[in-house]
C-alpha cells in the first residue's frame, strides 16, 4: 500500500540535473517525475511488473522526451509507479502498491499513469511525464483533481518508451498549474510562445454528457456559463455525436451490437474497435515475453494480458478505415480552432478494491468517452475544476 509522506506515487528517487544552470530556460527551478515505461540510462524499465524487470536489462539511454524537459532546465526526481504493463485505468497494482489518490484518499488513483498524477496531484513534484494509448494520462488527471493532456499522435517522440500499442501511444504530462502545463507542453512539442487562439466554436455533444453521473449543474450548466463570459454564447453548438459518429463512420457497422444498455451505441462500438487493435498490437509486442515468462499479473491484469495474447487479426484492416474514418469526420465536425467539450470519464473515481464485475459498466461507458481522441488521435486535455 501506499506509504508515507510520498503518497506511495514513487518507484525509485534519483536526481537528473538539468542540462544547464541558466534561469533563463522555460522550465528553470521545476522538478517533475517520470512514469517507469520510460527509459532513463543505467536503470531497468520495469513496466509496472517484477517480472519485467528481472528478465530485462539497464537502459543504455534515457527516452528524448525526458531529455527534451532537462535540456529546459527542469529536473528529474524519480520515476513512478504504473499500473503492470499500462494495461489498465484503475491505477492499482498488487505488486507495488496504489498510489494513494490525494483528491479522495478511499478511491482509486486511476491509471496507468497513477504515481505521475499521484505526485502531481501530492505536490511532490511540479509536474510530471506519463503515457495515455486507451486514457492513461486523461483518467488519472481526472481522478485526482489535476490537469492532464493527451498530444495528438506522434506529436511528442515515444523512442525510448516501452510501446503499449503504437497506433495509439502517446507521451502526455500532469501539472497542477495551467501555466506549468502550457509551458512543459512547449518544450516537448517543440513550439514558440504564441498568444492563444480564440476557438471558433465550442460543441458540447449532449449525449455524451447523459452518460455521466455528475450533475449537470456542476458540468454542462458551469461549462457554458465559463463559455459564454470568456467568449460569448455565439461560439456554443450542441450535437448528438453519437448519430454523427455512427453516419459518418461506416466501418463502426462491423464492431455494433445490441448488448449497448445505458451507453451510447456508435461510441460503444469505436471503444471495441480501438481495444480490439490495442490487444493486437500488444499481442504483436509483447506476446513472445508473456508466453515465455508467464508473469505474476495481478487480478484483471491476468485476463486482460492473456486475451491479448490470443487476439487474431480479424477484423484488423477494419480498425485502420473506421480511424481514418473518424479522424476526417471530426476535422468536418470542428473545422478550424473548433473545440469538441465532453466529460473525461463518467463519473466519480471508483472506490479501491471495486469488485470488477461492478465496474465494468463504468469502464464500458469511460471507454466510449475516451475512445473518441484515442481513435481520432487528436489530442485532449483533461480539466478539473480542483485544479490551481
Known amino acids: 500500500m501506499a506509504k508515507g509522506s510520498e ?112 505526485a502531481v496531484g501530492a505536490r511532490l513534484v511540479d509536474f510530471s511525464l506519463g503515457t495515455d494509448t486507451g486514457g492513461s494520462v486523461r483518467v488519472p488527471a481526472s481522478y485526482c483533481g489535476i490537469l492532464g493532456f493527451r498530444p495528438s499522435h506522434d506529436a511528442v517522440s515515444t523512442s525510448g518508451v516501452i510501446p503499449m500499442s503504437q497506433s495509439f501511444d502517446t507521451v502526455g504530462w500532469f501539472a497542477r498549474d495551467p501555466v506549468v502545463l502550457n509551458q512543459v507542453g512547449r518544450v516537448l512539442l517543440h513550439l514558440p510562445n504564441v498568444d492563444p487562439v480564440r476557438p471558433s466554436q465550442v460543441i458540447i455533444p449532449d449525449d455524451c454528457f447523459s452518460l455521466s453521473s455528475i450533475p449537470s449543474d456542476r458540468t454542462t450548466q458551469v461549462l457554458i456559463k465559463s463559455v459564454k463570459k470568456l ?114 470519464v463518467p463519473g466519480d473515481p471508483p472506490k479501491l478494491q471495486t469488485d470488477p464485475a461492478t465496474l465494468e459498466m463504468f469502464r464500458a461507458r469511460a471507454f466510449s468517452l475516451l475512445s473518441i481522441a484515442g481513435v481520432s488521435g487528436f489530442c485532449q486535455v483533461s480539466i478539473s475544476p480542483s485544479a490551481t
Open 231 to 344: 467568449f460569448g454564447g455565439q461560439i456554443l453548438k450542441h450535437v448528438i455525436l453519437g448519430d454523427y459518429v455512427k453516419e459518418k463512420v461506416p466501418s463502426l457497422q462491423h464492431f455494433m451490437s445490441e448488448d449497448h444498455a445505458y451507453n451510447i451505441p456508435s461510441l460503444a462500438a469505436l471503444s471495441s474497435a480501438m481495444r480490439l487493435l490495442q490487444r493486437y498490437e500488444f499481442k504483436n509486442n509483447h506476446a513472445e515475453w508473456v508466453t515465455t515468462v508467464n508473469p505474476n499479473l495481478g487480478p484483471g491484469l491476468h485476463e486482460r494480458i492473456w486475451d491479448a495474447v490470443r487476439t487474431t487479426d480479424e477484423n484488423i484492416d477494419v480498425c485502420h478505415s473506421m480511424r481514418t474514418e473518424l479522424r476526417a469526420a471530426l476535422t468536418s465536425l470542428l473545422e478550424d480552432q473548433g473545440i469538441l467539450a465532453l466529460p473525461t
Open 7 to 118: 503518497f506511495g506515487a514513487f518507484m525509485e528517487k534519483f536526481i537528473l540535473q538539468p542540462n544547464s544552470s541558466s534561469q533563463q530556460l522555460p522550465l528553470s527551478g521545476l522538478t517533475f517525475a517520470v512514469k517507469e515505461i520510460f527509459d532513463v540510462d543505467g536503470y531497468v524499465t520495469g513496466f509496472g511488473n517484477p517480472d519485467w524487470k528481472r528478465t530485462h536489462s539497464a537502459a543504455i539511454s534515457t527516452a528524448p522526451a525526458v531529455i527534451d524537459l532537462l535540456k529546459g532546465g527542469a529536473t528529474c526526481v524519480g520515476r513512478t509507479v504504473m499500473d503492470e504493463m499500462a494495461y489498465s485505468i484503475n491505477g492499482e497494482n498488487i505488486h507495488y502498491g496504489t498510489p494513494r489518490n490525494p483528491y479522495a484518499p478511499d478511491r482509486v488513483p486511476g491509471g496507468s499513469s497513477s504515481g505521475s498524477a499521484v
